[in-house]
């Protein structure tokens, strides 16, 4: 029994053999190789992906945290921008005393990016308590005020003369617009 092939099956066995032996060669050489690659470039991107997960998360709730902090200390904040404005001082915390006189202020050089005024302060007062009043008025009127000491007092008659020191802190206008806008980023 003789088993003939015509010349055309043979001519596409041939071909079938040349693309099998193709798809072979190319899944060896070129898909399994980058299938490797493949896997490792995933398992790299899901690391990656987790990071950006977690500095996401940290990133919102610092935003959250600042956002809070940030309207909770909006007085202070607005503070740091406020220009010392002396007749306004005075009106504002004459309650606390007889007599209030501020005097000498003058600039002092700017520190850390702050302008700083030193204003004297002379007063009279009935009580120290009164005293005491006005530094927790200071502490939340519109301005970053620091009162050195030493504190003097005096006691003549039924009232006390007190003398104290204050510097008062601002940022200039032009620097606090540039730090807004960094802290807006």
Known sequence: MKISFSRQNIFLLLLTMLFLLFIVLFSFFVLIPKGKEYREQRTELRKVQSEVRQYEDFYDETLEEFKKLQSDNRHSVEAFYAVFNSQ?????HQSYFISLT??????????????????????????????????????????????????????????????????????????SNQDMKTTAL
């Open 88 to 92: 306004r001082f005075e009106k504002q």
């Open 102 to 175: 501020l005097s000498k202020i003058s600039q002092i050089a700017d520190e850390d990016g702050f302008s700083m005024y030193e204003v004297n302060t002379t007063s009279e007062i009935n009580s120290p308590k009164a005293f005491y009043d006005f530094l927790d008025a200071v502490n939340k009127s519109d301005w970053i005020i620091s009162i050195n000491f030493p504190i003097n007092f005096k006691r003549e008659g039924k009232l006390i003369s007190s003398s104290f020191t204050m510097k008062v802190y601002y940022m200039p206008k032009a620097q």
